[in-house]
């Protein structure tokens, strides 16, 4: 997938300018930037989830409208609660109905995420851990070749970002290709093959840590120090 | 344990998007509060309504002619099913924008949108899912209505059906309405804000434009309390139906143009005005439409069944000048008993209103005011009544055929009933609640079943992994 100078304002404001950036089939990219740098917008205006004053974006060289966007990507918002009043087996039990998912492969998902206690709760009773967990169930189910996740580590302790970081690398890193939206700069280390470094709706640099730390001029930093001195 | 794989989107089948629509709507509290409120107030206005016919129906006993008057339809139904009108104009509109309003709020709006599901699939799973909620908010409707048969009541069911066929399509109004302001607003707050201004707005217009001439007239059929009327009466009318549904179906399509957040605001407003446009346009071409049935027993809107053969005969156009002022009374009953008749019945018919300009007190002095003056076929007649009974015998004079003789069996009886409903408050005031609150508490239970399945398999996974 490629995305070509992408604009979005909000009145005076530049949320995005000029955005531009590629992922490659089987990579994960990480969108890294502050709060505010503009990774939602950017992750909703390429799921066609916001409209965009101009830019387009490519699958396999072909631009994408927005309704053909959800036959390719599924994107995952961050903090949201979806159809709260349901159990949490009823959710799953709707996406899997909708992607015609077996219940061998519900079930696979359910115990990969570790979502087994809480199925019986109402969305709205669960805690922000166990909320994100559902959120990487439905991303797991959604059969989508690339997966768009905002803040996909946001809600876990240390212990249980290192579980799901397993789980990424198990059962998502294999089939698809990820744009994952961090800001906490250690994780997307851990995670992300190539990154993309967004502040203030700009990208200042894009690549694997050891190009943007020559971009950087940082030869030996880590991703912290190739952001503050990008940035 | 392997990945899920990734496949080719293909359309999703509607089922699981139909039974999530239902489970959101039945889960929601505003639904069990809306049934609640009417338990009492559906079971108090038939009570009432009980009453009064039981009242007049002992009044026939002393004089049998009085019986004719006495129909179920207005006297025990219409009644009834006011209650159900109050509750779905006030209350239903929380029901119906939670369908939409609850999605947009949580963020799950951005998930659902996402899915492989067309928009107008989406819109009119969420329709479905609203009608059902209307139908189990019907049930203290339906329960007035079995009391009423087993007190010894009659029901005619053309009658019936007619009436909530009405109501339905009311909802569904409503509802749409409700959808539509939904997809807009940016909270359920603001959307019911916006049904409520069509809905209360309604009795505004009846309130204070009805009857008044000119384009307050107008703009009072705009009125959805008026759409109830002709069902109220017993009328089957296609232009209103078609109207209704033309409606609904410009509601929901304006829902779908706003649901999707991807889309710009000027693509929205430009889409929006052609659905309006178009809409407008069916609606102008569907108000000509006159077919109707008279589906009431005592045929209330049709005239004697001779008369009703013979006038077909009048084969020429007939020009009818009523110089009256819309809101006149008597323009009322001429419209009630004679013309909207003569408008089912003559396919030529041409009512021109000379006193459409006019009003009550600024005409009073003109002598002519007040005249109806019918021209058939090159001759001319006027009268100042509104009663069929003397303007067909003029009509029959004008194109030179003789009265026709009354068809025997014709007269419609009247159907008295003294009864107590009295024992039935308790239904409505105890058990009928009850009943509903013990499905509320099933309606909220955690599904047990699928959840041990989901386990079940999971250790089957367990068990092949080993």
């Given amino acids: ?231 | 344990m392997r990945s899920p794989e990734t496949t080719v989107i293909s359309p999703a089948p509607f089922l699981p998007l139909l039974v999530k629509e239902l489970r959101e709507v039945v889960s929601g509290r505003a639904l069990w509060i809306m049934i609640l409120i009417l338990c009492p107030l559906a079971g108090y206005s038939f009570f009432q309504a009980v009453s009064l016919y039981s009242e007049a129906s002992a009044a026939v006993q002393q004089s049998p002619v009085l019986a004719t008057g006495l129909s179920p339809l207005d006297g025990i139904l219409v009644p009834t099913f006011g209650s159900f009108y109050v509750a779905v104009t006030l209350l239903f509109p929380f029901v119906a924008i939670r369908v939409l309003g609850r999605e947009k709020e949580s963020g799950a709006l951005r998930l659902l949108i996402q899915l492989p599901y067309a928009i107008p699939t989406l819109i009119a799973t969420k329709l479905l899912a609203v009608m059902a909620a209307w139908s189990l908010a019907f049930v203290p409707v339906v329960s007035s209505v079995s009391i009423w048969m087993m007190l010894g009541g009659h029901l005619h069911a053309p009658e019936t059906l007619n009436l909530i066929f009405g109501h339905a399509l009311y909802g569904l109004l409503v509802g749409t309405i409700a959808i539509f302001a939904a997809s807009i607003a940016e909270g359920a707050a603001t959307a019911a804000i916006i049904t409520l201004t069509f809905t209360i707005g309604s009795w505004v217009l009846d309130f204070t434009a009805a009857g008044r001439p000119g384009f307050l007239d107008w703009l009072s059929r705009l009125s959805l309390t008026q759409t109830l009327r002709p069902f109220e009466q017993g009328l089957l009318s296609a232009g209103l139906m078609i109207g209704m549904v033309t409606v609904v179906a410009g509601f929901a399509a304006l829902a779908g143009i706003w649901l999707p957040p991807g889309v710009s605001l000027r693509r929205k407003l430009l889409w929006s005005l052609c659905c309006v446009a178009a809409t407008a346009a069916i609606l102008a071409v569907v108000a000509q439409a006159r077919w109707s049935i008279d589906v009431t027993e005592d045929r209330r809107n049709s005239f004697p069944l001779a008369d009703e053969r013979a006038l077909p005969h009048l084969a020429a156009p007939l020009v009818i000048t009523v110089r009256l002022a819309p809101e006149d009374p008597r323009y009322v009953d001429l419209r009630r008993n004679v013309l909207s008749k003569l408008e089912r019945s003559l396919s030529d018919l041409t009512i021109r209103l000379a006193g459409a300009q006019q009003s009550v007190i600024g005409k009073a002095g003109d002598d002519a005011y007040g005249e109806v003056e019918y021209v058939y076929a090159g001759r001319a007649a006027t009268s100042r009544s509104t009663s069929h009974r003397e303007i067909l015998p003029l009509l029959y004079g004008l194109a030179g055929m003789a009265l026709p003789p009354p068809v025997p069996g014709d007269d419609y009886a009247g159907y008295p009933l003294v009864a107590n409903a009295d024992a039935m408050l308790l239904w409505f005031f105890g058990a009928l609640p009850l009943l509903i609150a013990i499905a509320w508490w099933w309606s909220r239970r955690p599904p047990p079943v699928n959840h041990l399945t989901i386990v079940t398999e999971i250790k089957n996974e367990v068990t092949q992994a080993n």
């Avoid at chain 1, 101009?54 to 961050?78: A, T």
């Avoid at chain 1, 219940?103 to 995420?113: F, G, K, L, Y």
């Avoid at chain 1, 280390?189 to 950087?216: I, K, Y």
């Fill in chain 1, 1 to 231: 997938m490629r995305v070509a100078a992408l604009n979005k304002r909000y009145g005076d404001q530049h949320a995005l300018a000029d955005v531009s950036f590629a992922v490659n089939a089987g990579e994960t990219l990480g969108l890294i930037g502050p709060n505010g740098a503009g990774k939602t917008t950017l992750l909703e205006a390429v799921a066609g989830l916001v409209p965009i004053d101009s830019g387009e974006v490519f699958w396999g060289g072909r631009p994408l409208s927005q309704g053909e966007r959800r036959q390719h990507m599924f994107y995952l918002p961050d903090g949201v609660r979806p159809w709260s009043d349901q159990y949490v087996v009823r959710v799953l039990e709707f996406f899997a109905g909708v992607y015609r998912r077996s219940r061998s492969e519900i079930a696979a998902v359910v115990a990969a995420v570790g979502l087994t206690p809480v199925l019986g709760k109402r969305v709205v009773a669960l805690s922000k851990g166990y909320a994100r967990r559902m959120m990487w169930a439905l991303a797991l189910i959604a059969p989508h070749p690339l997966l768009l996740m905002d803040e996909p580590f946001d809600g876990f302790d240390l212990k249980q970002t290192r579980q799901m970081m397993g789980v990424l690398r198990q059962l998502l890193v294999p089939a698809r290709t990820l744009v994952l939206s961090i800001h906490q700069l250690s994780d997307a280390e851990h995670v992300c093959d190539r990154f993309v470094l967004l502040t203030d709706g700009r990208v200042r640099g894009a690549g694997t840590l050891e190009e943007l730390s020559v971009q950087a001029g940082r030869p030996t930093g880590g991703l912290e120090e190739i952001f503050l001195a990008l940035a």
